[in-house]
Nanobody
Framework: QVQLVESGGGLVQAGGSLRLSCASS????????MGWYRQAPGKQRDMVAR???????IYAESVKGRFTISRDNAKNIMYLQITSLKPEDTATYYC???????????WGRGTQVTVSS
C-alpha cells in the first residue's frame, strides 16, 4: 500500500509563498504521474499541477506562472512551490500518484493552505 504524506501548508498573507511537500513510502520511479489537487469547502477537487515520469509538467490555468511542481527522485518527495498567493488559493491540497505497474491511484490526506487578504 502506497502512502503519500503532505506537509508544508499553513496560514499566509496574500502575496506570500509556501512550499508543499509530498513524501512517498515507495520510490517515485514507480509512478507514471504524480500531482497536486486542491479542494475548497463546498467545491469539487480540482487538478492544480501534474508531473509525469518523463518530466513533463502541466498546470491549471489559474496557477500558471505562480505554482511550480517538481520532484526529488533521491528523496522520493514531490514539491509544489507556490508564490503570489491569493485568497482564492485557500483550499486543502492533496497529493496524488498513479503507479506504472498496476495503474492504481493513491491519495494523501491533504494539507491546508489558508490565504488571508
Amino acid at each position: 500500500q502506497v502512502q503519500l504524506v503532505e506537509s508544508g501548508g499553513g496560514l499566509v498573507q496574500a502575496g506570500g509563498s509556501l512550499r508543499l511537500s509530498c513524501a512517498s513510502s515507495i520510490s517515485i520511479f514507480n509512478f507514471a504521474v504524480m500531482g497536486w489537487y486542491r479542494q475548497a469547502p463546498g467545491k469539487q477537487r480540482d487538478m492544480v499541477a501534474r508531473i509525469f515520469s518523463g518530466g513533463l509538467t502541466i498546470y491549471a490555468e489559474s496557477v500558471k506562472g505562480r505554482f511550480t511542481i517538481s520532484r526529488d527522485n533521491a528523496k522520493n518527495i514531490m514539491y509544489l512551490q507556490i508564490t503570489s498567493l491569493k485568497p482564492e488559493d485557500t483550499a486543502t491540497y492533496y497529493c496524488y500518484a498513479r503507479r506504472i505497474a498496476t495503474n492504481s491511484e493513491s491519495w494523501g490526506r491533504g494539507t491546508q493552505v489558508t490565504v488571508s487578504s
